[in-house]
């Protein structure tokens, strides 16, 4: 009976795939020379000014001083409280997960030791994988001390504020304690090569068949359209994993970026990214009209997944439609996964967090893809 | 002995398909039987290729219907390409692969048992052992058009569709091929086989001519001809050019084909070409002999009355 997917017609295309990469000299070029040079050209950051970044407070006392603290640190418009608890796991958490961009710690004695003269501290833990985004709210929260308790302090405490700020805040800048830009810039360039070389490549796979005129005997033959996508993005994989490589040592020994977390998931989030790609560019493929075409689909889809992902500019501080694009693209959750991963140590339980949309993006995708392939020359 | 097995292998009925409004096939009826080796003639650009992919179902008929192989050749294209050996008139296999590559990609598509012994017997049947590392892409036009064919008949298919198959092929292959074609004929197989090439015609039991994608002639060679109203007449002569030029200005002369030293004039009305040739006769001191109209000729008139009718 007629199958859906025959591991022999499958086998069939992927080898015969693999022998024409093999003989594609130029393909092969691009497949080590698109990542070196891209690491070459981004050394540099692109910095832009987001505001209302979400913030996480702990406190463990809470006054009229901290509440107006707190109100001075929110009329910033740096930042944005959304959540409160008094646990510190739930807060490390939070800031593990990206929930929160920071988390300020209000110690237990802090009213007291403030209204006695100590000049106690504030704890402000910054979310530091991208430095680009804190950078503006560090400087700003800095004039804090100076200024939020003004009006609270006043009769016979004023005396607390003009001997010079009656608190301090401390910085402690998580993940990324020196701030290098690189160990944001270069993950997150493993997502873009990643992205503009198997989009790039597949969305030629099918087109090029029909172009070379080969097309004509493939629909000829008994071969199911999951044989033919399938088999078709399959050696890219292992493509993909090349360039995987490439990136990660050229980060680790180049960049001297840390890998915090564990070996195993990076590959596994790596092959649902790519596998997310291919299907992207397969997709293309199978709804192009030709080459040409097909480039400029791939660039359509290229340039916000640089530009809305988080990798140009920092995700919060882009405005809500270009973050609700951003959540649909692949890039987005990678780039949260591969920092999360390489700078924060991030298991399997936050990683999950970003790799299902992953998979489902696929699954639709590969969807579209088997609806719009061209079973006939029409 | 073939004649008499009548199970229909390709049945269309009405099939029209155009392109982006230019009409390529336009109401084609076509029957096919079993053993038939059925010859596909017309000019260029007339719908040959294009009625062949409607019938193996890369293409999809805007109007009409058709069973190929006991299925449809609309809903149930899937089952008809196991069954159907299709060569195209462009070589469409992989250049960037080698000969046996090829033929191992094919096999694999066809789940041929023995794939490796499949492979290896149409290598030795091709004389292409030796050189089956070589790419495709980089045979010769007439090699290529050896390995597409010998390709499209390895999984032993019970139609053939062969577009074209020996152009650019050398006279030797050529024979070789048609004698192959015969053997599959006479073991059950279908063969569609579309030609340009008369010799070739003549190979066939059955013709349909097309022209301008309407089926303007089918039927046996013979037959064709019988029917075709042509009468012809050959003269022989050494200065044919010369003698061909007056033989034009006569109204009852149709067609003039030069052929070697002789030449054929051919035309609708027997009674007044007689007259007039022999009348030329006398007057050219040219000997003209009745003889049977040939299928080039009979061809020609066939698309020449079908140019009438469209305009
Ligand atoms: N894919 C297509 N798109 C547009 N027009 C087409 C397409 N395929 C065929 N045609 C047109 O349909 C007509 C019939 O073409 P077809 O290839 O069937 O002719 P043919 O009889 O095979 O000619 P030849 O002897 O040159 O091979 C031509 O006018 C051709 O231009
Ligand atoms: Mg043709």
Same mark, same amino acid.
């Given at each position: ?241 090349? #360039? ?6 050229? !980060? @680790?020994?180049?960049? $001297? ?6 070996? *195993? /998931? =990076? ?52 405005? #809500? ?6 959540? !649909? @693209?692949?890039?987005? $959750? ?6 999360? *991963? /390489? =700078? ?35 | ?311």
């Amino acid at each position: 009976m007629v199958t859906l997917l025959s591991p022999i017609r499958l086998w069939a295309v992927v080898a015969k795939e693999f022998i024409q990469l093999r003989r594609d000299r130029l393909t092969f070029a691009m497949i080590i020379g698109i990542p070196l040079i891209q690491l070459a050209l981004f050394g540099f950051a692109i910095n832009s000014d987001p505001k209302e970044l979400p913030m996480a407070v702990r406190s463990a006392e809470s006054s009229a001083y901290t509440r107006s603290i707190i109100q001075a640190i929110v009329n910033t418009r740096y930042f944005n409280v959304t959540e409160i608890t008094d646990s510190e796991q739930t807060a490390n958490e939070i800031l593990a997960r990206g929930a929160a961009q920071f988390v300020i710690n209000i110690p237990a004695d802090f009213t007291r030791r403030l209204l006695r003269g100590e000049r106690p501290s504030l704890l402000l833990e910054a979310d530091a994988t991208d430095p680009a985004a804190t950078s503006n709210a560090l400087a700003a929260i800095k004039q804090i001390p100076n200024t939020a308790l003004a009006h609270d302090l006043n009769g016979p405490l004023a005396s607390l504020q003009s001997a010079g700020a009656p608190f301090s805040i401390d910085i402690h800048r998580r993940y990324n304690p020196e701030g290098v830009t690189q160990y944001n810039i270069v993950p997150g360039l493993m997502g873009v090569i990643l992205t503009m070389t198997m989009i790039m490549m597949t969305s030629l796979a099918i087109t090029r068949e029909h172009e070379r005129g080969t097309m004509e005997n493939l629909l000829a033959m008994p071969v199911q359209p999951l044989e033919v996508m399938v088999g078709k993005i399959t050696p890219y994989i292992l493509i993909g994993y090349i #360039q995987v490589l490439v990136i990660l040592a050229a !980060a @680790l020994w180049v960049f $001297h970026v840390p890998m915090l977390g564990s070996a *195993l /998931l =990076l590959m596994l989030g790596v092959l649902l990214f790519i596998l997310a790609n291919l299907t992207v560019g397969i997709t293309i493929s199978s709804v192009a009209r030709n080459q040409a075409q097909a480039m400029q689909m791939s660039f359509f889809f290229f340039m916000p997944s640089i530009l809305l992902s988080g990798f140009m500019f920092p995700f919060r501080g882009m405005p #809500q439609w270009a973050q609700v694009i951003g959540e !649909a @693209l692949p890039l987005t $959750h990678f780039l949260r996964f591969i920092r999360g *991963l /390489l =700078l924060k140590g991030n298991e399997w339980m936050a990683a999950w967090e970003h790799l299902w949309p992953l998979l489902a993006f696929t699954a639709v995708m590969m969807a579209i893809g088997l609806r719009r392939y061209r079973r006939t020359l029409d | 002995m073939r004649m008499n097995n009548r199970e229909e292998i390709i049945k269309v009925k009405d099939m029209s398909k155009s392109f982006g409004g230019k009409v390529a096939v336009d109401k084609v009826s076509l029957s096919v039987y079993k053993g038939d080796i059925f010859g596909f003639l017309g000019p260029n650009g007339s719908g040959k290729t294009t009625t062949i992919r409607l019938l193996c179902g890369l293409l999809t008929p805007d109007e009409g219907e058709g069973r190929c192989l006991g299925y449809d050749i609309i809903k149930e294209a899937r089952h008809i390409k196991r069954q159907v050996g299709y060569m195209t008139q462009r070589f469409s296999f992989y250049e960037d692969l080698s000969v046996r590559e090829n033929l191992e990609f094919v096999a694999r598509m066809y789940h041929l048992q023995e794939r490796r012994k499949a492979v290896d017997e149409a290598l030795d049947n091709l004389g292409m052992k030796s050189r089956q590392t070589q790419l495709a892409g980089e045979l010769s036009g007439g090699w290529k058009q050896r390995l597409a064919l010998t390709a499209c008949m390895l999984h032993k298919p019970k139609l053939l569709l062969l577009d074209e198959p020996t152009s650019g092929v050398d006279p030797e292959a050529r024979r070789d091929f048609w004698e192959e074609i015969h053997r599959l004929a006479d073991e059950g197989v279908t063969v569609l086989v579309s030609t340009h090439y008369m010799d070739e015609a003549e190979r066939c039991n059955r013709l349909a001519y097309i022209a301008y994608g309407h089926l303007v002639g089918e039927g046996s060679p013979q037959s064709l001809i019988a029917d075709s109203g042509l009468a012809t007449w050959r003269i022989e002569s050494a200065d044919i050019h010369q003698v061909a030029e007056k033989l034009k200005r006569i109204n009852a002369v149709e067609q003039v084909a030069p052929f070697g030293t002789r030449l054929f004039v051919s035309g609708t009305d027997a009674q007044q070409l007689e007259q007039d040739l022999s009348a030329f006769a006398e007057q050219e001191g040219v000997n003209p002999e009745r003889t049977q109209p040939r299928l080039e000729d009979v061809f020609i008139q066939l698309m020449r009355s079908s140019e009438e009718k469209r305009w």
